[in-house]
């Protein structure tokens, strides 16, 4: 297939496909965030107001990012059995996740109306808009939420979604049109050119100016530039090309960024469910080449270990890949020689730490973002590298398991709380603080020392 170019792009190729809903009465409704860019052309395509419909994952208490319902505005709850069997979460747990992202309901849909009522549903067709679907428990939760509020007519329209999930889906949805259904879905972001993280204050602007039917501006490409690393112009790159880490018969696709004189390389190892694209750890790459480091970003599993489920929670496999990786550069002649430091988020901050404790390790620094150290379990205690551990301030459950694993690390070392953020930093302004504090991290450790003896 040919890959969207953004979410614009998707966004008017779905709406030549929904042009058979013109005059049906349409209100199209987006996902925020990423949802909203889609759904703006397809609205204004078809000349329908647009809004949104907020509904928010439930995480696996000790792995959140692990989806194990979804709930929306209107009391809507989706619950996956299978998951909760799974991972043991009890009722209480659930409860108290629930009660967390139902205040969340309520603050987003504020933020991003604003003092405007919702658009009534009640008798119209309702065009449920997302960038894509893996799995469907959040849509599904807003198609069941737009059935609550009395839509005569539901369609969902997605760029692109596994076969799996629009299965799923038709049981809440009178039509769905996708554009594209890969039997290999892998990630949304896969499927885009460009996947770059739509910011709440452009999801509040689009929405603000489809309601004056003023035209909708294109999203910028990234969230305003940490202040540590734009003090001076962005440094100049000299490589930036995608790169295979070949290590016996494994081939692991990743990017390889080199900023002119940089001094030292950063390694990004990914959580559960994400990859090489994801558009938060795009984001803090660019910062720290702007700050004058090079950077690796790379998928520790290949295409087909990810849908293993128990290799993507194997610490052990993904610090291996991720020495592996280490390895790798030291036949890279324009990095081979500069000081390594590792950026782990989620379940890759445990690898990280997994891998950094080797006494054979080339790593000068480590940094974890909503971070799980502690499954990185006695090997804490061996880690030399400086480590810095960031966590969002109400990301209650995680903060404590930082704090648990700081007391066992024998390293130097400093937890930075982010004010207000959760555990992915989507608040305005956390994203941008978790850069800023890696940039001064890697570059005291790296920049001032040249890497550990192998």
């Given amino acids: 297939m040919e890959l969207f170019r953004d979410r614009r792009d998707a966004g008017k190729r779905l709406a030549a496909r929904l042009e058979h809903l013109r005059g049906t009465d349409p209100v199209v409704l987006g996902l925020p965030r990423g949802g909203v860019p889609v759904a703006a052309e397809v609205a204004r395509a078809l000349g329908a107001p647009l809004d949104v419909i907020v509904v928010r994952k439930l995480g696996v208490p000790f792995q959140p990012e692990l989806g194990m319902g979804a709930i929306g505005e209107g009391g809507v709850r989706v619950l996956n059995e299978q998951v909760i069997r799974l991972t043991g979460a009890t009722a209480d747990e659930i409860a108290g996740v629930e009660e967390r992202e139902r205040a969340e309901v309520t603050r987003r849909a504020r933020l991003f109306r604003g003092d405007r009522p919702s658009v009534p549903l ?62 290999t879905l892998w990630a949304i972001g896969r499927w885009y050119e460009d996947f770059t993280q739509t910011r709440d204050d452009e999801v509040v602007g689009m929405l603000a100016q489809a309601a004056a039917n003023e035209p909708v501006p294109a999203t910028a490409t990234f969230d305003d530039p940490p202040a540590a690393v734009t003090e001076d112009p962005p440094t100049a790159i000299v490589a930036d090309e995608e790169v295979q880490i070949h290590a016996g018969s494994l081939a692991l696709a990743g990017r390889l960024t080199v900023p002119a004189d940089a001094i030292g390389i950063v390694l990004f190892a990914h959580g559960s469910g994400s990859s090489r694209h994801s558009p938060r750890n795009r984001y803090v790459a660019q910062a720290l080449n702007n700050g004058g480091l090079a950077t690796l970003l790379f998928d520790l599993l290949t295409t087909d270990e990810e849908v293993e489920r128990e290799k993507v929670f194997d610490v ?139």
């Avoid at 596994?162 to 889906?169: F, T, Y």
């Avoid at 949805?173 to 890969?182: F, G, H, R, V």
């Avoid at 982010?418 to 570059?443: I, K, M, S």
Wanted: hydrophobic share 50%; charged share 20%; glycine share 10%.
């Fill in 316 to 454: 052990a496999l993904l610090a291996e890949r991720l020495a592996l990786a280490t390895a790798w550069l030291g036949g890279r002649a324009e990095v081979a020689d500069l000081p390594v430091g590792y950026f782990g988020a989620s379940t890759g901050a445990a690898a990280a730490l997994w891998a950094a404790a080797d006494p054979t390790a080339r790593v000068g620094a480590v940094v974890s973002r909503g971070g799980r150290p502690d499954l990185a379990g006695s090997r804490l205690s061996e880690v030399r590298a400086p480590t810095l551990l960031i966590v969002g301030g109400h990301d209650d459950v995680v903060l404590e398991l930082n704090r648990e694993a700081a007391r066992q690390l024998r390293c130097e070392h400093r937890i930075d709380v982010v004010p207000g953020a959760t555990h992915l930093f989507e608040e305005r302004g956390a994203l941008g603080a978790v850069a800023d504090l890696a940039c001064r991290w890697f570059a005291q450790h790296l920049g001032a020392a040249a890497p550990p003896a192998a």
């Fill in 122 to 183: 009640a008798g119209r067709t309702v065009i449920v808009v997302d960038d894509g679907i893996a799995t469907g428990g959040t849509a599904r939760a807003a198609l069941q939420v737009a059935r609550g509020h009395g839509a005569a007519r539901i369609v969902l329209a997605v760029p692109v979604a596994s076969p799996d999930a629009i299965q799923l889906l038709s049981a809440d949805a009178d039509e769905i049109i996708c554009l594209e259904t890969p039997q």
